[in-house]
């Protein structure tokens, strides 16, 4: 998180201070935004290694949850709300949850007396291992924006609309996968020390996942209706996209 904090954070400050165009004041800003938001990672990340869920849980609902609230009171409350109200408020809230993460995991760390414990060889795996991770992490991110990339240079606005849509209603999608796939990895590595554990983490496992199963077939039957209840019927023609990407 260091390494991505100061990368980052450097090439940040050096498009807020190269004066080009507001638009990229406004992005130094955002990737402000993410460097804070990666501590809240940081401290979910911890809950999760220790097999706290309900932590878990509450931390990676803490940043959109606070920033759904300020962003939504803003637009109920306040006029002419823009897109540089916005940035602040995401600015706000990062600093607010990324703050207190990274308080909440330094006191877990054991404080200064902690930072202090760390030596020279643990920083040195620890950088060999992050490395890895920090080349993915650009790709990782990038990825669910790739197809929006190129959409925009072939579809009509009318067409990015509809894919647009679709692509909405299966974060609910993601929702549930992720978070089956933040309980059941940790467990899912200790079921390969023996056959009686992968037998144990198959019966846990197969109610939760035939649930979520059950429920995207379902989801998938009542497309058009989601639709329809979410945006309205103008966006029908839009109901074999979300079907393909449910799939």
């Known amino acids: 998180k260091v390494v991505y904090a100061v ?20 992005f130094a800003m955002g990737m402000g935004c ?51 109200q916005i940035l602040y408020s995401y600015a706000a809230v990062a600093l607010a949850a990324g703050g207190t993460s990274l308080i909440l995991a330094t006191c877990q760390a054991g404080g200064m007396k902690g ?4 030596t020279r060889p643990h920083l040195r795996r620890t950088l060999d291992f992050g490395r890895w991770v920090f080349l993915l992490a650009p790709f990782l991110y990038a990825f669910p924006k790739v197809d929006m990339l190129f959409l925009v240079r072939y579809l009509s606005f009318t067409e990015i609309g509809l894919y647009s849509a679709a692509t909405q209603l299966t974060m ?46 379902l989801f998938f039957g009542l497309a058009p209706w989601c639709l329809d209840l979410c945006y309205g019927g103008g966006y029908a023609e839009a109901a074999p996209l979300l079907r393909i990407l449910l799939i």
Request: a positive charge.
């Open 7 to 26: 990368c980052v954070g450097g090439a940040a400050a050096l498009l807020g201070l190269s004066g080009m165009s507001e638009s990229l004041e406004l």
């Open 172 to 217: 609910a999608v993601n929702l549930i996968t992720g978070s089956l796939s933040a309980v059941f990895l940790p467990k899912a590595m200790d079921a390969t020390r023996s056959p009686r554990a992968l037998r144990g983490y198959v019966t846990e496992s197969l109610v939760p996942v035939s649930g979520a199963v059950g429920l995207l077939i």
């Open 34 to 84: 993410g460097i804070l938001v990666t501590f809240v990672h940081l401290l979910g990340a911890r809950f999760q290694s220790e097999e706290r869920f309900s932590f878990y849980a509450l931390t990676q609902m803490l940043f959109p949850a606070l920033a759904f609230l300020c962003i939504g009171g803003g637009f109920l409350c306040i006029p002419g709300w823009g897109l540089r």
């Open 115 to 118: 930072l202090r414990a760390v």
